[in-house]
């Protein structure tokens, strides 16, 4: 009677241990066929790459098909922002709407269209602003991107290996945009085109002056050193340069800002302290002139302004 007992108990044992065994199997298999559809699909990028989920994807699809939408793309990329022109794009028409609709319920009937138009400027103004300010974060890298490659060309490795190396040394936006360029050289693409494609991405005339530096030493196929190794000193001088220039002209930049806040104040000043002063202001053709045309100056005096405050280093 031993025997059967423990013949059954060991074939038990065993189903067990192989059943237990297959569903591990069984899962791990399906862990990594999700990881894979995942990786494949681009519908599926919050589990696949922790990015979050695209919305408006037909609105965009719609959007990158004109040139504008094209243009929009461009624009965004540059400002490295997780958004895409589909999203941007209804953002900025729900924007308009509601400017739209309080700058007629708080003004006048006259002033929606306004503040429509006033939200457009203000959209595209701080795209540029933060693509504005990743060039500048990318000037202020490249010293160090020179240094970098220099040392990585001088310790015996290829162009292409240095810019990989760089990319996974640097930060953001050095560090996002160096991965770009290695991506696409891992995909073929000419180091010629790729660092072009960079230079259109981040124009600068410090970016301009190492790419150019880079694809005639690839061309030529000489050393690269001593000119990264000049290079830096020249960077490294011409940032601290930027930095002076722009301190002595904070004043200026301030001012330019402060002249429209001012004279839009005063319209809301004027109808806080007479209520209806706006409507009838610009209930005739006269008003409603004058209002577009001080507008209008308001415009030109914040390109005056901001036109005298840019200096090229």
């Not at 072009?196 to 690269?224: D, K």
């Not at 000119?227 to 830096?232: C, D, F, K, Q, V």
Request: hydrophobic share 45%; charged share 20%; glycine share 8%.
């Amino acid at each position: 009677m031993t025997d059967p007992f423990w013949l059954t108990a060991g074939v038990t044992l065993l189903a067990c241990a192989l059943g237990i065994t297959g569903v591990q199997l069984y899962a791990s298999g399906a862990r990594r066929h999700a990881a894979l559809v995942a990786r494949l699909d681009e519908t599926n990028e919050p589990e696949a790459t922790g990015r979050r989920r695209r919305r408006f994807r037909g609105i965009d699809r719609r959007v990158r098909r004109t040139t504008l939408g094209r243009k929009l793309e461009l624009r965004i990329a540059a400002t490295g922002l997780d958004v895409t022109p589909g999203e941007f794009t209804v953002a900025l028409a729900a924007t308009v709407a509601v400017l739209w609709i309080v700058g007629q319920a708080a003004l006048s009937p006259f002033f929606g269209p306004i503040c429509g138009l006033l939200g457009i400027w203000v959209a595209m103004g701080f795209l540029n602003w933060q693509r504005q300010k990743r060039i500048e974060k990318f000037i202020n890298q490249l010293p160090e991107l020179s240094r970098i490659l220099a040392n990585a060309t001088q310790a015996g490795l290829a162009l292409r290996m240095a810019l990989s190396l760089a990319a996974d040394e640097l930060e953001a936006p050095a560090g996002d945009e160096l991965e770009k360029v290695a991506q696409q050289l891992a995909v073929g693409t000419s180091l010629d085109d790729a660092l072009g494609e960079l230079a259109e991405r981040l124009p600068s005339r410090e970016l301009v002056v190492l790419v150019t530096t880079l694809v005639l030493a690839n061309r030529a196929g000489g050393t690269v050193v001593s000119s990264l190794r000049n290079l830096t000193e020249t960077l490294e001088e011409r940032k601290e340069t930027r930095r002076e220039v722009r301190t002595q002209l904070s004043q200026v930049s301030m001012t330019a800002y402060a002249v429209p806040v001012i004279g839009v104040g005063s319209l809301l000043l004027i109808d806080n302290m007479q209520p209806g002063a706006l409507d009838r202001m610009t209930g005739s053709g006269t008003g409603q002139a004058a209002v577009i045309a001080a507008f209008a100056l308001y415009v030109v005096g914040f390109a005056v302004i901001r036109r005298f405050s840019k200096i090229d280093v």
